[in-house]
């Protein structure tokens, strides 16, 4: 064997063997390439109706804004309609209650003035106690002026 063969066989080797070593890599790069087929393919498949799912529940709660927003309104609205109609009745009864309820005060009192001149004696009978002071007990003296 002259130089040149053993030259050539020793590129031939080490041509194998850097054809070898790309051949396991490329069908390690097949196999990963597979598996990450199978992953996309997996994600794929669970994420589509867990969109669809979604969607489905945005409109749901979109609609359950929209009926939200119509009762918020109606409540408004029944709001605007009690502040109105407390003002009305206010404005209708407020004087003349007021005016009765002052009446009823002054019954009252009235009543209580009189009951409290008399007071029960012996035997049931009403007494008259004057709330006035005698003018001996007050001195007998005039006020006047300086």
């Known amino acids: ?19 070898s070593f790309l051949a396991v ?21 669970q994420a589509v109706p867990l969109l669809g799912e979604a969607s489905a529940t945005v409109r749901s709660a979109q609609t359950q804004l929209d009926r939200v927003d119509a ?16 003002s009305t009745v206010s404005t209708a009864f407020g004087g003349p209650l007021v005016k009765v309820a002052a009446f009823g005060y002054g019954v009252r009192r009235a009543l209580g003035r009189k009951d409290a001149g008399t007071q029960t004696g012996r035997g049931g009978r009403k007494v008259v ?17 300086g």
């Open 71 to 86: 009762i918020a309104s109606d409540v408004q609205e029944v709001t605007q309609n009690a502040s109105a109609l407390s």
């Open 129 to 145: 106690v004057s709330r006035t002071v005698p003018a001996a007990r007050r001195g007998g003296r005039k006020r006047g002026r």
């Open 25 to 45: 890599v490329l069908v390690r790069l097949a196999q990963t390439l597979k598996a990450a087929t199978k992953l996309v393919t997996g994600v794929t498949e």
């Open 1 to 19: 064997m002259s130089g040149g063969e053993v030259a050539g066989l020793l590129v031939a080797v080490f041509w194998a063997i850097l054809v």
